[in-house]
């Protein structure tokens, strides 16, 4: 989910700009988006079923990033070789590092959950950037942002979130979407003037191929010769990895060229609802508690979002 954390921010720091063509393919484009990250969550369980979580992590980066790597290619002379170290940070803070953060989480958290607490990440881009880029915080977005903190902590201490998710697991979420605001601020201030579809592509291809190459060497007592390449949950892997990474990430800004960056970020805040949905179809227990906290976390995120 490259494009995930470009989302929130596209419009502010790229304004890039297209045809605006509100046609089927971009509603097609749309749909299948929010249907593929929102369901990301339950390809990351099925594949728990059989890999670690370390490797899961690490074949879902690496399996992105070769996928990816023609286009990184294509790309990588279009850009100022001095923005290539922030760029590969951003490949780390926006992927790398909260793959595998996500992957540990979800040994313990249900996908539902998951997908509400992954809507945090525009509150957190507001949050860093006032903390350490000094950027005003009027007293509507501050309201937002206690909003979506305080649906945090109804969903931790509710019954359903203590009960059936582990509180450690769910921490590890927000750290992860923490990382995503990060990394969302890094670009504004260093790579504002850097494309998206650069950044998309070519951020992945350092943390992608050490990552490829960790599982080559070995890591945990398991390499890539010992991991069960040819189990039902490997294609899982490689759903998240070609269609949930790659593949995704360049429909995503062709979303952006033929409609608007406001329009394709909508994608990041309906995705939950397939989360939750997925949750209840498959027996996860989906607490009232988390349908309300989904709602405050959702009102904070408009808030924050809101131009004044």
Known sequence: MVAITFAHNMSDTHAERGDQ?????????????VVIWGAAYYFMKQALFVFPPLHT????????????????ILHLKNVEKSKLPYIFLSGFLGNGIPAVLYMYAMQKVDS????????????????????????????????????????????????????ENSIFHAGLILIATCMYGININVIEHK??????????????????????????????????ATLPLFSKEMMYIIILGVLGTAFSNLLFFMLVKRSNANFASMVTYIMPIVSIAI????????????????????????LVKKKL
């Open 21 to 33: 063509r509100f046609d089927i393919t971009t509603y097609g484009i749309f749909i299948f988006l």
């Open 191 to 224: 790579l504002h003037d850097v494309p998206s579809k650069y950044l998309g592509s070519i951020s992945m291809l350092l943390v992608g191929y050490l990552y490829l190459l960790i599982l080559l060497i070995g890591v945990q007592g398991q390499s890539l």
């Open 57 to 72: 992590a690490l074949l879902r980066i690496a399996i992105g990033t070769i996928a990816m790597t023609p286009f990184a």
């Open 279 to 302: 949750g209840f179809a498959v027996g996860e227990t989906i607490m009232w508690q988390s349908i309300v906290c989904f709602v405050m976390i959702l009102v904070g995120v408009w």
């Open 112 to 163: 539902n959950v998951a997908g509400i607490l992954n809507a945090l990440t525009p509150i957190w881009v507001l949050v860093i950037g006032f903390l350490f880029y000094k950027k005003r915080v009027s007293a509507l977005k501050t309201l937002g942002i206690v909003m979506g903190f305080a649906g945090i902590c109804i969903l931790f201490l509710s019954k359903g979130a203590s009960h």
